[in-house]
């Protein structure tokens, strides 16, 4: 059973940072050289947005505008983690956070690309 775990959301004054973790634990041994990982926010009544992503299978990685130059990814291949550097965070970053595998390593801001997710982590930014 593949199973994600993102930890490390919290309250943090605006202009501060935090480290998100997501943890991949269940695919088989082969898809680890390739899955992709996205990140995704989400703030009541709208939808998911996608921040970031990671691909193993050729080491691309992507950013959404709204935090290129202050987040970024990257991952502890022994660990099968895969982090999100949050830096210069801003009132409007505060929503649930969360992560996500593609098993064929599309690197990808849209939600529809990815088959598994995890639960959610709290971020809140206060001004």
């Known amino acids: 059973e593949v199973q994600l775990q993102a930890s490390g959301g919290g309250v943090v004054q605006e202009g501060g940072s935090l480290r998100l973790s997501c943890e991949v634990n269940g695919f088989p041994d082969v898809v680890y050289d390739v899955w992709a990982i996205g990140w995704f926010r989400q703030v009541p009544g709208k939808g998911r947005e996608g921040l970031s992503c990671l691909s193993k299978s050729d080491g691309s990685r992507d950013y959404a505008d709204s935090v290129k130059g202050r987040f970024s990814i990257s991952t502890d291949n022994a660990k099968n983690t895969v982090y999100l550097q949050m830096n210069n965070l801003k009132p409007e970053d505060t929503g649930v956070y969360y992560c996500?595998?593609?098993?064929?390593?599309?690197?990808?801001?849209?939600?529809?690309?990815?088959?598994?997710w995890g639960r959610g982590t709290q971020v809140t930014v206060s001004s």
């Open positions: 996500a595998a593609d098993r064929r390593g599309t690197c990808a801001l849209l939600d529809m690309f990815y088959d598994y």
